[in-house]
């Protein structure tokens, strides 16, 4: 099973009592949480002192459940604010500015900011983040009902 960040991240979604996954509010990323006797390992080694920050494609072990933690995230479009004293950015692909109240896309991946306007009056649609099929910059996918870019491998069963 993939685990991302936006998901339900309970105990019973994980399948296996005493364990959680908080997602960190300072920097992106997740915190796994191990209760005192839970057996669980990330990639091969036991989680020490009950927590562990995990990582982008980080193999985690519980019990007999195998599952993969991955930071990638859909992308979304939502109104672009400028915060106060930063400059504008400029989008990648048409070079214009990303002005205050526009539609935009910030890429999960890179985090550079993109437009994403429909067509409104007179203006035309400006579709510069879905204008490829992937990041120009990341490779993150760019539509916005697509499944992760990372999967897991499958292993190799010997019989």
């Known amino acids: 099973m993939l685990l991302r960040l936006g998901q339900p991240l309970t105990e019973e979604h994980l399948g296996a009592a005493g364990v959680q996954l908080c997602e960190l509010v300072v920097e992106r990323g997740a915190v796994l949480l191990v209760e005192p006797g839970v057996w669980v390992r990330v990639n091969g080694q036991p989680v020490l002192g009950g927590l562990r920050v995990l990582e982008h494609k980080d193999e985690i072990l519980l019990a007999e459940t195998r599952l993969y933690f991955s930071m990638e995230t859909a992308p979304l479009m939502t109104i672009y604010r400028l915060a106060e004293g930063l400059r504008a950015p400029i989008c990648p692909i048409c070079r214009g500015l990303i002005r205050d109240c526009m539609q935009a896309v910030r ?19 400006k579709s510069c983040w879905t204008y490829t099929p992937t990041c120009r910059f990341c490779s993150h996918p760019t539509a916005f009902d697509a499944e992760a870019a990372w999967h897991p491998e499958r292993e190799e069963t010997y019989v």
């Not at 890429?107 to 649609?125: N, S």
């Open 107 to 125: 890429c999960p991946g890179c985090g550079r900011w993109f437009h994403q306007l429909d067509a409104d009056g007179d203006r035309p649609a």
